[in-house]
């Protein structure tokens, strides 16, 4: 059974870069054909994809945050992180890493692993 754990920073300064990762446990992320996510949910709001990296190392992020995103991986230690620069305070969230079948979902239909979530506060 995979499991997936999310690390990191739970305080950021605005302007800053926020950085996170995820450490994945019971199977390979190069494992054919999946994605391996970034999903967040801002206080009151619904779940927002990230960005992605695939089994094999190709990338993918939401548009609107692709010019501040980017999403690398760490076969050796079968993790994946995301940094996300200049961040503000709308960036605040619960930040969750999970496993998929389908880019841009963030429904557990199609996202059958997720870690447990970590909270990122970006206040000064």
């Known amino acids: 059974q995979v499991q997936l754990q999310e690390s990191g920073p739970g305080l950021v300064k605005p302007s800053q870069t926020l950085s996170l990762t995820c450490t994945v446990s019971?199977?390979?992320?190069?494992?054919?054909?999946?994605?391996w996510s970034w999903i967040r949910q801002p206080p009151g709001k619904g779940k927002e994809w990230i960005g992605s990296?695939?089994?094999?190392?190709?990338?993918y992020y939401r548009p609107s945050l692709k010019s501040r995103t980017s999403i690398s991986r760490d076969t050796s230690k079968n993790q994946f992180s995301l940094q996300l620069s200049s961040v503000t305070p709308e960036d605040t969230a619960v930040y969750y890493c999970a496993r998929g079948s389908k880019i841009g979902t963030t429904d557990k239909e199609n996202n059958d692993a997720w870690g447990q979530g970590t909270q990122v506060t970006v206040s000064s």
């Open positions: 990296i695939t089994y094999s190392g190709n990338t």
């Open positions: 019971g199977g390979p992320i190069t494992q054919n054909y999946y994605y």
